[in-house]
């Protein structure tokens, strides 16, 4: 009889679908059907984008969550929360984890792409409520942005005032960009005591042919003309600002921009992928492992550059332990894999995977077992 595997399954979120929690619990009863005697390590991940608060919560025991309203990316009220992670000894008011994702990101819009006028202001507020609670970190994940507003609206909502050219405040979202003029910081709140650190993936500057505009404004809803607009937008904030320095550091262009306002509150850019793999510890549960299942929503290119099943599996491939991935759509190499599923294959259509995710996930576990 073979022995019984250690399997541990570190998926992220198939977006807009399924939480990257629910996806390892799928993955793990398909996986059953084949092999039911091996056992389960689930360690969800996240780049800092949609899933980012799940994994934290799931890492950290004692990890609470304080539910607020904010202002969506639309203008309108959504319900969101924040993490409260437990004190420690350098950290005596404990860390805040905001999540962009669930106050002003794409998903929150629906089908709705509002490219022009999305706004932040509903990630600045739910950082001021981090502040308010008297948190003494702040980890902020930027990922799922639905706006290219240079993340004016979160330093407005942190007491940051942008001006036209009459000095009165400039509209929300990227339109707002093409008047602004000036910046006023003065009642701009001060970090936290142990910083600010954000979790992004994304290395683009602000700015230019692989800025946050031309880049990352298709999928928001920009056109052609609206992408140049917001392109020289971006570049008027970043003069405004006195930051051209700034808009040229790697991850500026994250979540429209965001990366670039957060860099100006003084905040430090870190992987988010390596990050929360650290925090949850998840080489040391690799290192006993027989098998890694990892995943996501589409497997591409990006995927490849540094995405969280990019991270896994490095991972992975490090200690010596065969690595699997199972991802909604598959559009790139997966022949370093030990095995490789992809739902739309499974389901023999896009709208059937995106139907039902966890009954092809279950069916994707359950091919990748007998790899």
């Known amino acids: ?42 360690r969800p991940m996240a780049d800092g984008g949609e899933g980012t608060l799940d994994a934290f919560e799931k890492a950290v025991p004692g ?44 998903e929150l819009l ?16 739910a ?38 050219d009459f000095e009165a405040s400039i509209a929300p979202g990227a339109v707002g960009l093409d008047e602004v003029h000036s910046a006023d910081l003065t009642a701009l709140k001060p970090l936290p005591a142990g910083g600010v650190t954000v979790l992004s993936d994304v290395t683009n500057p602000l700015t230019g042919p692989e800025g946050a505009a031309r880049i990352f404004g298709p999928q928001k809803g920009l056109d ?62 690799i290192a006993s492992a027989d098998v890694v299942v990892t995943g996501e929503g589409r497997y591409d290119g990006q995927s490849a550059a540094g995405k969280a099943p990019a991270h896994v599996a490095q991972l992975a491939r490090s200690a010596g332990v065969a690595v699997q991935i199972v991802a909604g759509a598959i559009d790139a190499d997966t022949s370093s894999f030990a095995g490789a599923a992809s739902l739309t294959e499974l389901a023999g259509s896009v709208d059937q995977a995106l139907a039902d995710p966890a009954r092809y996930l279950r069916d994707a576990g359950e091919r990748l077992a007998a790899a």
């Open 110 to 125: 629906g089908d709705e792409r509002r490219g022009t006028d999305a706004s932040t202001l509903g990630l600045g507020q």
């Open 224 to 285: 052609d003309e609206q992408i140049e607009r917001a392109d020289a937008g971006l570049g008027r904030l970043a003069a405004a600002l006195d930051a051209a320095e700034l808009a040229e550091r790697p991850g500026a262009g994250a979540a429209g921009g965001t990366g670039f306002g957060l860099l100006v509150w003084g905040a430090q850019l870190v992987p988010g992928s390596a990050a929360i793999a650290d925090l949850t510890g998840l080489a040391d549960d």
């Open 127 to 164: 950082i001021a409520a981090a502040l308010a609670a008297g948190v003494s970190r702040i980890v902020v994940g930027i990922g799922s942005s639905a706006s290219t507003d240079g993340g004016i609206g979160m330093l407005t909502a942190l007491g940051a005032r942008f001006l036209n």
């Open 63 to 106: 990890a609470q969550r304080m539910a607020l309203r904010v202002t969506g990316p639309a203008g309108r009220p959504v319900t969101s929360s924040w993490l409260k992670l437990p004190p420690t000894g350098e950290l005596p008011g404990g860390t805040g984890v905001v999540e962009l994702a669930n106050t002003s990101g794409i």
């Open 1 to 42: 009889m073979t022995s019984p595997r250690h399997i541990v399954v570190a998926p992220d979120s198939f977006k807009g679908t399924i939480s990257a929690a629910d996806a390892a619990v799928a993955i793990a009863e398909g996986w059953v059907r084949t092999s039911p005697a091996d056992r389960f390590t689930f």
